[in-house]
């Protein structure tokens, strides 16, 4: 079984930063793509950000280039998400995924957790 647990998150002002990690509980495949969703009050889940866990390549949602930043620990087997510059519209719960293609959620998902920007 597949278990992804999450940590970090929890409220900041809005233009400041915050760290979320993800650890899996397996030693990903080269091809496994681990990424972040998010979903807001009312709104459907949608793409945050992704990297390929063999050759690192990143993906992001144009609403976070160049304000988050994923990167992994391969020894560690977890994922993390620098958010810097965050405004209220990043406030969310956010959950962690593996899946095969950046963008599009596998099947396994961690619990999520709360992130807020106040205003």
């Known amino acids: 079984q597949v278990q992804l647990v999450e940590s970090g998150g929890g409220l900041v002002q809005a233009g400041g930063s915050l760290k979320l990690s993800c650890k899996a509980s397996y030693r990903p495949y080269s091809s496994d793509v681990m990424g972040w969703f998010r979903q807001a009050p009312g709104k459907e889940r949608e793409f945050v950000a992704a990297i390929r866990w063999g050759r690192g390549s990143t993906y992001y949602a144009n609403s976070v280039k160049d304000r988050f930043t994923i990167s992994k620990v391969s020894a560690d087997w977890t994922v993390t998400l620098e958010m810097n510059s965050l405004n209220y519209e990043d406030t969310a719960v956010y959950y962690c995924?593996?899946?095969?293609?950046?963008?599009?959620?596998?099947?396994?998902w961690g619990q999520g957790i709360q992130v807020t920007v106040s205003s």
């Open positions: 995924n593996v899946g095969t293609s950046p963008g599009t959620p596998g099947r396994y």
